[in-house]
């Protein structure tokens, strides 16, 4: 069982805001992950105080030989900062959380992050991912979103390829510089200084980004990109109540809407959550029972069985191979 | 000797314990379940060479179960378990064809469970009927972590066999919505499936919304893939259905529909 010990126990979890958000609830962080569809700075504006972006994408290897390599950046073997590799392929996720959070100063944090971080305290990368992907609690915490049947890639036994497929890169400011933190490089990359005006470090990071996939021939790249910002749940409830004291009802009725808007997420993020948490075969049993019951079952089994002979016919026809979607 | 209730041949497997693989043994052997002079009921094993009895297991009706080691990668091995030890015997079938496998499993089965019970050699479904009531039985987490180990080890390289039908076309929104409208009395036997954390009550918008949900889908999916393998015996049965009903996706709805029809048959109206 060589799989199991290459994905180390960590099972592969879907990288969603509201997975995120729930490890990082787990960790004991105040803040939350946003995705983000625009780099504009309109887009950006409304999630500040924004820590840290999470490009993350799917890289489709056999369009691209070494595209993406080409970078602005600078390795930088004496980051003072966190930094630790990716020695555990489906503890990418995790990995990129922890990287982040290790360079945000005074970071309020649970007992076991804070241990983990001064635990690791001057060790080199390598040692560092090594540390953190045997932490039992850290492995559990992401495990617990991750669906009780869960096919992980690594088990599958896929071509090497597709291997490293999935990538995370966390990029944040630290000490004046943009750096760019990704577990499977040697080093962090410095992408050079930012002006502290304006839009600071995000005006930096946004043409780092947009430059990194403008190398990628187009389609090669699937990618979405992530923010992980203060929780804003706390300012916004302060705000209200102050402006509902002042008496400014129409600004408190922006608040309000402001404030239905991220419940009404994180009621979908608690539903999808407890989805992904759950087995749902007895479900699926259940409702075969119900059909049968309701006498449609024979029926629906008919249409399926036409569904898959015309499946099965416009994949010969295009010639490929019977392969599972 | 005293009677003979079900024989069928049988080798020997033992477990390796340094891969902790059950490996069979060559040894042509049968399994033999008697009435014992004793009045007790005896599960024997005979050396067919030597024509030794090798084994002889006295066991007390419903504590022995015979069932298929799924892990296994031979896919005729089989293990005598029992509830009140952690004692483990293990065999593989010697009969020529797999054919008829499962009945004779089905049978010394019926036997461990009542020693009166008679043999059914018939090709259809079982007649050890389960009573099948409304309330549907829940699969243990042992059985769905036997589903994910069915799952995973499964190769992408080896391809299956074209399948007629997949279970993800059946369990559709639009072949379940015209269901939740016409028949809203079967509705709440599902809630109990739902997630136990969802955050707002078991509703059918609720019913509808995992139904939808990327979620749901991969597991029909994972389940439908599983069924393909022919190898979810055990896991069907812990959801009263034959176990017959674990060797395919086809026979696993033939079954739920014969104990849909026995449970309308058996409701008075």
Redesign the interface.
Known sequence: MSSVEESGGWQLTESDPGVFTELLKRLGVPLIVDDLYSLDSESLALLQPLHALIFLFKWIPESSSNSGSASSGVPDPEFPGFFAHQVVNNACATLAVLNALGNIPSLESGPELAELNSFTTGMDPQTRGLVITSADWLREAHNALSPPSAISLDELGLPKKSEDAYHFVVYLPFMGSVYELDGLKQHPVNHGTYPEAGEGWLQRARQVIEARIATYPPGALEFSLLALRDDPLPALQAQLTQLQSAGLDSEAAEIVARLANENSKRERWAFENSLRRHNHTGLAYGLLVALAKAGTLGKVKDEAKQVMKTRLEKRRERGEDMEED | MSEYLLAFKAGRAFRNEGTNRVEPSPTKGAIILTNGDDGLLHFIWKNRSTNQIEEDLILFPTDASFVKVSQATSGRIYVLKFSSSNQRHFFWMQDASDERDAKFVENLNGLLQDPEYTLDWSSGATTSAQASTSQ?P??TPEQ?AQ??RI??S????T?PP??????T???TSD??R??FT??PE??P??F?????????PPSTEVLE???R?P??R???A??D?ALRTGLLGGLVRG?GLPEEAGTSVEAF?RA??E???R??SMETD
Not at chain 2, 154 to 157: F, K
Not at chain 2, 192 to 200: Q, T, Y
């Open positions: 549907v829940q699969a769905l589903i994910q799952v995973q499964m190769s992408g390289t391809q074209a399948p007629e039908l997949s279970l076309d059946i369990l072949n379940l015209p269901l016409s028949h079967l509705i036997a599902l109990p499936h739902l997630p136990p954390d969802l955050p707002i919304r995992v139904i949900s979620q749901f991969a597991s029909v994972s389940f893939q959801l709805l739920i529909q104990q849909a029809d449970g309308d």
